[in-house]
């Protein structure tokens, strides 16, 4: 590959959008001796047609999201959010918008970040990393998360055409607290795999919930199934879902 190639990184957030994949944020540092993590703020394309990296120069003094790792990266239209993560013991509720135009148009206008939600803001998923977000017609749902204080199973939806936080009255059978699973959506359900549970251990649940209804549904004595695992990937394949990793 050639270009503005990112540096090594974990924690980061991936998207994609036509033949670009948006890489953000991440902790950097060089050695996991490090004391304060090297947390990153640069917007990244890479072209997966040509084969390169670019760095995305937003307009100068506009406010930016703070670096950070542990965060969710999602595209809906052709609107970039990110949301949550942490940084040096801070845990974010914030949300934020980046519209994906034509790279050319860049030259024109030059783009910028947008905060379509402040953080610490009430009406809002509280401040967590390791949780998910997936994007279904407008909107975007939240699942899980840490704040190392407490482990979440609450789940929430983004309405993106109105910037409001709707905390969702799931019923059925809803998974347990967790945070480092993956999500994915199929057909209108959103469905979970794994994650790290309440007690420090690796999970290998697999749950979905209806989105039209808020109902959870838990699979069970499936054949074989991909051991517990957390920090992995997920993602749609048609009508499948695939795990990768953890």
Partial sequence: TAGDVPSARVGHGCA????????WGGDTSSSWDTPDPELNSKLYFYNIVSRGWSQIKTEPFTA??????????LVVGSILYVFGGQREGAFFNDMWSFDLRSPRD???????????????ATKAPSGRTGH?????EDKIYIFGGTDSKYYYNDTWMFCTSTHTWTELKCIGFIPSPREGHSAAV??????????????GSDLGDLAAVRL???RWYMFQNMGPAPYARSGHAMATLGSRIVVVGG
């Fill in 212 to 214: 039209r209804d808020h």
């Fill in 132 to 136: 998910t977000s997936v994007a279904f």
């Fill in 106 to 120: 860049y030259k024109i206008t030059p783009p910028k970040w947008e905060l379509v939600h402040e953080d610490g």
């Fill in 64 to 73: 930016i999201p703070r670096g950070r790792y542990g965060h969710t990266l």
């Fill in 16 to 23: 994609s959008l036509n033949d670009i994949m948006i890489v």
């Fill in 186 to 199: 199929v057909n209108g359900m959103m469905y979970i795999f794994g994650g790290r549970g309440v007690d």
